[in-house]
C-alpha cells in the first residue's frame, strides 16, 4: 500500500514543512512578498523575470527564476494564488504514489522547457514570417504556471481516466493539461483577431511546461508505473519482472489498495444503521490527511479507491446523508 510517511513537527498540507512541495509554495510566497516590497519599482522582475533579449545577454539564470515570480500588480494575489492552488493541489495528490524527488525534478524541468519555448517562440515567429501585434523579444514572462502544467501532465499520466473540473467543465485528466493549453492559444487567436492585442498569459511557457513532463516523466518513472504498461492505456503490457519476490512494485501496491477499500466497501454496505456504519468508519480514520473536495469523492473513482484516505471521505460524506427513519 503506498503510505505516506508522517513526522513529528510542523507540517503543512498533510507533509512536511521540509517536503518539497511545501518549500516550492514558502519559496514562491517569500519571493512574491520581495515583490510586494520592492514598491512597484519592477526591480526583481527586470532581472529575474523571463525576457528573450535580456536572455541572450547574459541573463541567463532567467530560463528559470521566472518560475519563482508573480505578477504583483494589479488584483493583488490572484495570479500566485491560483498558480499554488493547483500546484498543492495535483501535487499532494501525486506525491502520495510518486517520490518527492521525482516530482521535483518533473516539476523543474518543466519550469525549464517552458522557459526555452519562451526563448524559442519570437525566433519561430521571424522565421515563419507572422505578423504578431508584440514584441516576443521583449516580452517578459513570469510565474509558475509553466511547472504547474507539467505538473498537470503528470497527473494525467498517472491517472488518466480521473475525471478533473478545469475551466468550468469536468474532463478526463489525461486531457486537462492540453485543453489548458489549446484553449489559451484559441483565445489569443480571438484576441488578436477581433482586439489586436494578445491574450494576457504565456501560451508558450504552457505549451512548454507540459511538452517537458510529457518527455522526461515516462523516463523518470521508469521502473515504477511507466514498465507496467498502464501508464498509457494503449501501451502493450509487459511482464513485470523483480530481482527481490518479496517487495511489491508500485502498482502493486494500488491494486492492493483497490481491493482493499473495495473489501472496505463491501462490510460498510452489510451495516444497516446509521450509527453502526459511523462506528465502523471511526476506528478506521487516519490523522493529518489532506482531503479532496467533498464533491470528487466517488466510490467508484479509481483515485479514489486507490487512495488510503478513503475511510475519512467516507465517514465525511455519512454525515452529511440525512439518518434514515429521522
Not at 10 to 23: A, E, K, M, R
Request: with cysteine; hydrophobic share 45%; charged share 15%.
Amino acid at each position: 500500500m503506498a503510505k505516506r510517511k508522517y513526522r513529528n513537527g510542523v507540517s503543512l498540507f498533510g507533509y512536511s514543512i521540509l517536503h518539497p512541495i511545501n518549500l516550492f509554495l514558502i519559496a514562491n510566497v517569500l519571493i512574491y512578498i520581495l515583490q510586494l516590497f520592492a514598491g512597484g519599482t519592477g526591480i526583481l522582475e527586470y532581472y529575474f523575470a523571463l525576457t528573450p533579449s535580456r536572455f541572450f545577454h547574459g541573463y541567463y539564470w532567467q530560463i528559470f527564476s521566472y518560475g519563482f515570480l508573480h505578477e504583483a500588480y494589479g488584483t493583488p494575489f490572484i495570479h500566485l494564488f491560483f498558480n499554488m492552488y493547483v500546484f498543492v493541489m495535483f501535487g499532494g495528490l501525486i506525491c502520495k504514489y510518486v517520490s518527492a524527488w521525482k516530482f521535483s525534478l518533473i516539476y523543474v524541468i518543466s519550469i525549464l522547457v517552458g522557459g526555452l519555448t519562451v526563448l524559442l517562440s519570437p525566433i519561430a515567429i521571424q522565421i515563419l514570417g507572422i505578423q504578431y501585434p508584440m514584441d516576443l523579444f521583449q516580452t517578459t514572462t513570469l510565474g509558475a504556471s509553466g511547472g504547474v502544467t507539467g505538473i498537470l501532465v503528470l497527473f494525467g499520466i498517472l491517472f488518466p481516466e480521473t475525471e478533473v473540473f478545469l475551466i468550468f467543465f469536468r474532463m478526463k485528466a489525461r486531457y486537462a493539461a492540453w485543453i489548458f493549453v489549446g484553449g489559451g492559444f484559441v483565445a489569443d487567436m480571438i484576441s488578436v483577431y477581433y482586439f489586436h492585442s494578445p491574450f494576457v498569459v504565456s501560451n508558450s511557457c504552457h505549451l512548454g511546461g507540459a511538452l517537458g513532463a510529457t518527455l522526461v516523466a515516462p523516463l523518470i518513472l521508469k521502473g515504477n508505473l511507466f514498465d507496467t504498461g498502464k501508464i498509457f492505456p494503449k501501451q502493450m503490457q509487459k511482464e513485470a519482472t523483480s530481482s527481490t519476490p518479496n517487495v511489491k512494485s508500485l502498482e502493486e501496491d494500488l491494486d492492493s489498495q483497490t481491493r482493499k477499500n473495495r473489501d472496505l466497501l463491501g462490510e460498510l454496505a452489510k451495516k444497516h444503521t446509521h450509527s453502526d456504519k459511523e462506528t465502523f468508519l471511526v476506528s478506521l480514520q487516519e490523522t493529518n490527511v489532506n482531503l479532496c473536495p467533498p464533491p470528487t469523492f466517488q466510490t467508484e473513482d479509481p483515485f479514489c479507491l486507490r487512495c488510503e484516505w478513503l475511510p475519512n471521505c467516507a465517514l465525511r460524506k455519512l454525515k452529511t446523508e440525512p439518518e434514515i427513519g429521522k
